[in-house]
């Protein structure tokens, strides 16, 4: 890189969807960044986005918020970047994200090139790479077998800075990438105009969830300038400030290892990173350091089809009930055993939880609680929403009368809705902990342009 | 005295899909210590029904900040789990009496 050059990056939040201080977004387009970027997505609000490949965030607030980002790309003048689009950045949430743009760009009478970077596999190739032993369980990693690969909906790759790189390359006006490291987002660009790759990816990683590594999580934009040795956090709005304490004590969060970070292709380590304030907002790091490993490897994410689930809720205030409780419910579980073998619907599997007890923590839980109320959440989940919803009403009688014995007065427990139980649709669940050696970094990509 | 009202915050979180982590602010060097020297992983081993080895404890004195890191109690989001975010977690150690 030329000397004293330096990359700047505008955060404008943690991710598409969450507030953020507008004020704070206009101040940073002053400071001349060269790429706006933002996350799109996480795995953090369960397997479910992945599974669908539909978006966590309402469309017309996600449009809402996107506008805003067009504009402020509009008024810089460079490349608006988003990463794990649509929650989970499978194909299906790229194209969502695509389909939003082209209709904001029609509405704003933009002419925008937009660059696609997907990261969807195809199930058929990671069981080539099963078999030719490129896949490596982490730790702890279900055990996968072509089955259950085959049972996937959506497997994503998650992209490094490689794949970022290549989508910039592209000269597009806005980028539109799916799964992708929260970092590489933010890396990519100063590491390929040759900035320190350690100070990159350790900047990239305090960014990424936008002003959580300040004194004001909510007003979300941050400013990052990335040189030759490290790299400078500033936050745009008023009354945040970084300090040495909120940016390395955010290498906490989220994060199993506080010192090392797994990316594509290597591993940052910022045991030796130093935090200086250079102003009353500022911090400078200084030290972390980048390791390349080969082969090149990304980590892959996959959802599979788990069953369609029924929920029952009834509510229990009897004092002599509540009391008896456990009882109660191997009563139920006894009754409801008998009542699905005889109705044929033993493949339906029931679990009743008690709110106000264990429903939180389950077998974790020590307490003994005496609450006044509690309730019972019983969940039916086999592969067929109407045998589910079946066995549920085959329970509903006992739900709402199940004496604890035969002699005692028949009671009535309190159903909060008509009917007492609710279709839940589709469950999924994560089934991939796996990371994937390819021979060239967008091997397992696609990169597509389109013109509005 | 239980553990969290010893401290500033314990916050738990997923550490992405398999992985559940906790991190505990003293309130300043001499707190940190004293935690440091009464808290020790067996016990928070016990809480979650695991063997002591299949924890990872970062002692950061910098953060005055005890971090413990252990594979997700269910695997978020799977049939038999009951903490999406895995946040409520956290409530065992603020519960914790410290010996």
Known sequence: ?452 | MALGEKVKKIRSKNAGPFWLTIDIFCFDELNFQHIQKHLDTASVARLFHIEPSQILRFDIAPLQVIKFSLPRPQIQGTVNDTDMHGASFAALLEELELE
């Open chain 1, 1 to 452: 890189m030329r000397k004293n050059e330096i990359v700047k990056i505008l955060v404008p939040a943690g991710a598409l969807g969450i507030p953020y201080d507008r004020a704070a977004l206009h101040a940073g387009l002053l400071e001349k960044p060269d790429l706006i970027a933002i996350d799109g997505g996480s795995t953090d609000s369960g397997p479910f986005y992945l599974g669908t490949g539909t978006s966590k965030y309402s469309r017309s607030a996600t449009k809402a918020d996107w506008a805003e980002l067009m504009d402020a790309r509009a008024t810089a003048n460079v490349p608006l970047l988003i990463g794990s689009a649509g929650t989970s950045g499978a194909d299906a949430a790229v194209d969502w994200m695509l389909d939003l743009t082209l209709e904001l760009a029609r509405e704003r009478g933009e002419h925008l090139k937009i660059a696609t970077l997907k990261s969807g596999q195809n199930q058929n190739s990671i069981i080539d790479a099963l078999e030719r032993g490129s896949i490596t369980p982490l730790d702890p990693a279900p055990a996968i077998t072509p089955q259950i690969i085959e049972d996937t909906t959506n497997i994503v790759a998650l992209a490094g800075v490689e794949q970022i790189q290549a989508a910039l390359n592209t000269g597009a006006d806005i980028i539109i990438a799916g799964r992708t490291t929260d970092t590489a987002l933010i890396a990519a660009l100063p590491i390929a105009r040759g900035c320190h790759k350690g100070a990159a990816w350790h900047g990239a990683k305090i960014a990424e969830c936008g002003a959580l590594a300040t004194t004001n999580p909510n007003s979300g934009v941050v400013l990052m300038c990335f040189d030759d040795k490290g790299f400078v956090i500033t936050p745009m709005a008023e009354d945040a400030a970084a300090t040495p304490y909120t940016v390395s004590a955010h290498m906490l969060y989220e994060n199993a290892n506080p010192y090392i970070l797994y990316e594509p292709g290597g591993y940052l380590d910022v045991k030796a990173a130093q935090y200086q304030s250079i102003d009353e907002k500022s911090v400078r790091v200084e030290g972390s350091i980048w390791h390349d490993t080969s082969p090149y490897q990304v980590k892959l994410e996959g959802a599979r089809f788990a069953g369609f689930q029924t929920i029952s809720v009834v509510l229990v205030r009897d004092q002599h009930y509540c009391q008896h409780i456990d009882a109660w419910i191997d009563a139920l579980k006894n009754s409801f055993a008998k009542k699905a073998q005889k109705n044929g619907i033993s493949d339906v599997s029931l679990e009743l939880r008690i709110i106000g007890q264990n429903a939180t923590l389950g077998a974790l839980e020590h307490r003994k609680n005496h609450a006044g109320e509690l309730g019972v959440m019983a969940i039916f989940t086999s592969q067929d929403q109407a045998r589910s919803q079946e066995a549920a009403k085959l329970l509903n009688p006992d739900l709402l009368h199940l004496p604890l014995t035969p002699h005692e007065p028949m009671p009535t427990f309190a159903f909060p809705f008509s009917p007492p139980e609710m279709n839940k649709g589709a469950l999924y669940e994560f089934c991939l902990n796996h990371i994937m050696a390819i021979d060239k970094p967008m091997d397992a990509f696609t990169l597509q342009i389109t013109e509005s």
